[in-house]
């Protein structure tokens, strides 16, 4: 409690906040708009994957297998790297990309 009455008594720490926030917002917003090219991107990049692993003899449920294990070990590097836990900026990712989605 010590730490969050520190922060919270600083004026300058607000400010880091509030921008963080608001760089949290931009990035939702922008994220949303540009997520059906994301998709497309992935999807393009997944197929050209999966045709090359098939041309290679490998079959499908190997590199499904595969890819389930790299997901699992990306969950525990983000979550190492402190990913899930930025606060402001993630709330401000919510909060954007719900305005994005509302404000067609």
């Known amino acids: 409690m010590d730490i969050l009455s520190t922060v919270l008594s600083n004026p300058q720490s607000y400010a ?8 949290g917002l931009a990035l939702g917003y922008i ?3 540009a997520l059906k090219y994301i998709l497309a991107f992935i999807a393009i990049l997944a197929l050209g994957t999966f045709l090359s ?8 449920q ?9 997901v699992e070990a990306i969950k525990s590097l983000a979550v190492a790297l402190g990913l899930m836990t ?10 954007g990309a719900l305005v994005a989605l509302l404000r067609k």
């Open 53 to 60: 692993v098939w041309s290679l003899g490998t079959s499908p």
């Open 31 to 33: 994220a949303v708009k």
């Open 62 to 70: 190997d590199v499904l297998k595969n890819i389930g294990t790299t």
């Open 86 to 95: 930025i606060g402001p900026v993630a709330i401000g990712f919510i909060v």
């Open 16 to 23: 880091v906040m509030a921008l963080q926030f608001l760089l």
